[in-house]
Structure formats: C-alpha cells, structure tokens
C-alpha cells in the first residue's frame, strides 16, 4: 500500500482526491486548517501551512506513525480577486504566504520522510504561463512564482531520485471557485476605482467558470500521474481555449482589446 500527503484535504478538490486515493488502495495522510474526520485509511491533521510550529507538529506526529512517503499532493490554495493599487497589503502577502511559501515549507519540512522514487505533484493553474487579466493579478502572480518553484525544485530533487510534477488547470467546480466569486461581488462593490470595468469583467469571469469540471476530473488525473514510472512534468486539464487565444496575440493587442472590453459604453 502507497502513502500520500495530502495538502487542502478537506477542501473541494482535495476532497475528492482523498476519496479517490482510498478507493485505488492508498494510505492517504490529509493536512488541513478545516477539521475532517479521520476513517479507515484516511488520517486527519489539522494544520495551518502559514504556520511553521503548526507544520512541524503535523511532521512529528507523522512520523511518530513511522511511514515513508511515496508521494506529497499540493492542493491547498486560495484565489483572490482584486485591484492590485486597493487591496490591503495583508491580503497581498496572504496570497504569497499560501500559494507559494506554503508549498515551499512542507516540502521543506517532509522531504526527509520521502521515499526514492517519490512524486511530489503541484497545483498550479493554468494562468500560470499566461499574462494576466485585470484583477486576477494577485492570483495570476503567486501561481506563476509558483511554478517557476516547481520547476527549480524538480531540476533540485531529480538530483535525489524524487520527481516533481505540475498540475495546471482550468476552472474547476470548488468551494474555492464560490470563494473567488465572492471575491469578486467584494471587489464590485468596494472598489472606487473600477465601478463600470469591475461589472464588465464579471460577465467575463462567469463565462469562463461557466465551463467548469467536476473536482473528480483532476482527482483521477492525479492518481493517473502518481502510477506513471515517466510522468511529465506538466499536465493540464479543462484549459480554456479563449484565454489560450488571447495569449498567442502580442502584447500590445491584448491589452487593447481588454480595454476596449472593460471601458466600452
């Protein structure tokens, strides 16, 4: 039987891989700040990943379990919708301080209890590699440092026999996908800059969550890559074709046509 780490656990996509992994046969190991009950197979670890004594009690009490790891599964995030020139700057570091700096310290911190021939998957998005759009920018930022991490890391760890591999996708159906949509209500209503784009841009936003897949879609494709001897280094899933196509345009045409959308009468 394979163990797995687990990050976001008890969220909409961690969630449903949890289950998955335990239908395929895995000793699953979930961290989450969410509270979730432990169950045959599934062993539940509150833990604030912005919190570094929260991590290293996690580690402690793993290893007190005395199991190696054949995999860490990075699925905690959050996704933020906001002005770059309004939003506080405690919301600017937050954003960092999960997508990226958590990442970075459990990986950090559990390294020494991976197994050779280990996987370490990262969810990135696939905004990742693309530029921008308006108010995505905070989201758009930490998920590209994010994957120029995953990159270096696995040019690091291939070096010790542990593979790392990125997961980029599209929009899934989440608690997390709810969350940004809040954001956005949030953002409509409290930004003084941006009134009559923040409106426009929100019909954008819903057409293309419109198209969502359900979080048991990425869930498979997960257990998929941790059975593969040679996985990639990058997957996608549910890739959105009209973002795609904004980015082959240069630069300078990209951003005329989303001011031309955002500032039309």
């Not at 405690?90 to 990986?107: P, Q, T, W």
């Not at 997961?167 to 009559?196: M, W």
């Not at 057409?207 to 048991?216: A, F, G, L, N, T």
């Not at 074709?241 to 980015?247: Q, V």
Request: with cysteine.
């Amino acid at each position: 039987m394979k163990n797995v780490l687990v990050t976001g656990a008890s969220g909409g996509i961690g969630h449903s891989t949890v289950e998955y992994l335990i239908s395929k046969g895995y000793e699953v190991f979930g961290l989450d700040i969410k509270p979730s009950p432990n169950k045959e197979h599934f062993h539940f670890y509150e833990c604030n990943i912005r919190n570094i004594t929260s991590i290293n009690n996690c580690f402690n009490q793993i290893k007190k379990e005395e199991v190696k790891l054949d995999a860490i599964i990075h699925l905690c995030g959050i996704y933020d919708l906001n002005s770059l020139v309004e939003m506080d700057e405690d919301e600017f570091i937050s954003s960092y301080d999960i997508n990226l700096f958590g990442v970075y310290r459990i990986n950090k911190t559990f390294l020494p209890l991976l197994n050779k021939k280990s996987k370490i998957i990262i969810t990135t998005s696939e905004l990742a590699i693309q530029d921008p759009l308006p108010f995505t920018g905070i989201y758009g930022i930490t998920k590209s440092a994010l994957d120029k991490y995953a990159y270096s890391l696995r040019m690091e760890l291939q070096l010790l026999d542990i593979q790392v591999i990125s997961i980029r996708p599209g929009a899934v159906d989440t608690n997390l996908l709810n969350v940004s949509l809040s954001k956005l209500e949030e953002f409509k209503k409290n930004t003084s800059l941006y009134k009559e784009s923040a409106t426009k841009f929100d019909e954008i936003v819903k057409s293309v969550e419109s198209k969502k897949i359900p979080s048991s879609k990425l869930a498979k494709k997960i257990e998929k890559i941790l059975t593969k001897k040679k996985p990639k280094f990058v997957y996608y899933i549910n890739r959105s074709f009209l973002l795609r196509l904004l980015n082959i345009l240069p630069d300078r045409f990209q951003t005329w046509i989303i001011k031309k959308i955002l500032t039309k009468k």
